[in-house]
């Protein structure tokens, strides 16, 4: 490994970032503007303080500092409104864990996923979305004509990203839904001698399976990516692994995942960001390694 990449998106027609600083950021989500923290936006805000205040949303965080905090409104929000990206449509709601449920820093993987499918010249091609939650990228795979399977622990998870699905107007029989552990699920697809054209992983640093199985990134990811070595086919044509909200660095991740997907074929490590509207400034948000074959 020489070099890290630096692959930051300015957003879409229903996704900007306003401005950052001050440990928060302001981003446009539709037709609301959302004020977050942001603790990584060490510098000072750009946009005068009135612009701030006149948030749709504002997430005040609880003073221990710990995730915990809750979602001021000056106005009702509805509980859901539509964001559209590439004539696909999720819905955004304000969670209790601070995001409103669409990751959009994640559009240059949705991209490159896309034409490395188009590239591929594969008909049908398999796509498994680890750690799936809401699901944008299980439609971006599905739009692009590929047999998704999106598995996920979370009932409420899959549920949602059902009604993106349904919201896109995209086939219903275009995703398998798995609620599942993503660990016990690889597995099992191993020992059934499944394979996949193209896998994604976007896990969590904690998290539980569907029936409570504990999910550690720096205890098991080793094994998963043993795992989803195994399920990427002879004719296998990418992989992408995300990893946020810890502390690790992407060198750590691409070597994690290079000592395992011994294949031939192009590697890209490095950081994921969103470009303040204006240019600029950028917000990182999470570290990366992807495989393709060409
Ligand atoms: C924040 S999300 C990942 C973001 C998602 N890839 C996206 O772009 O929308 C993390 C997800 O991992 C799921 N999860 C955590 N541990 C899990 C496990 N052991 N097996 C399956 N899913 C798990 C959670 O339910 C949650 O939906």
């Not at 998704?148 to 009932?155: E, Q």
Request: neutral net charge; hydrophobic residues 45%.
């Amino acid at each position: 490994m020489t070099a890290l990449d630096l692959l930051a998106t300015d957003g879409f027609d229903d996704y900007r970032l306003l401005d950052s600083g001050g440990g928060r950021k302001l981003e446009r989500y539709g037709r609301f503007v959302i004020d977050r923290p942001e603790p990584q936006a060490l510098w000072p805000q750009r946009l005068a303080p009135a612009v701030w205040a006149k948030a749709d949303a504002r997430f005040v965080a609880a003073s221990d500092g710990e995730e915990g905090g809750r979602w001021q409104t000056p106005k009702p929000l509805p509980e859901t409104w539509p964001l559209k990206y590439q004539g696909l449509t999720v819905h955004a709601r304000l969670t209790p864990f601070r995001h409103i449920g669409l990751f959009p820093d994640q559009v240059g993987h949705w991209q490159w996923m896309t034409a490395a499918l188009k590239a591929s010249g594969i008909a049908k091609p398999r796509v498994l979305n680890l750690f799936a939650y809401t699901g944008m990228a299980s439609l971006v795979a599905s739009a692009a004509g590929a047999e998704v399977t999106h598995v996920d622990a979370s009932k409420k998870a899959i549920e949602w990203a059902k009604e993106n699905q349904a919201a896109s107007h995209l086939d219903p029989a275009g995703i398998r839904w798995i609620l599942d552990d993503c660990q016990k699920f690889v597995e099992r697809e191993a020992r059934r001698g499944r394979t996949y054209h193209g896998i994604l992983l976007d896990p969590p640093k904690y998290g539980r399976g569907a029936k409570g199985e504990v999910w550690d990134l720096f205890e098991h990811l080793p094994a998963l990516l043993q795992g989803c070595n195994a399920i990427l086919g002879d004719d296998a044509q990418f992989l992408i692994l995300t990893a946020y909200a810890m502390r690790a660095s992407a060198i750590a991740m691409g070597q994690a995942a290079m000592a395992v997907i011994d294949r031939p074929g192009v590697w890209s490590h490095g950081e994921l960001g969103v470009a303040e509207q204006g240019g600029g400034r950028i917000v990182p948000t999470s570290l990366y390694t992807r495989w393709s074959v060409r």
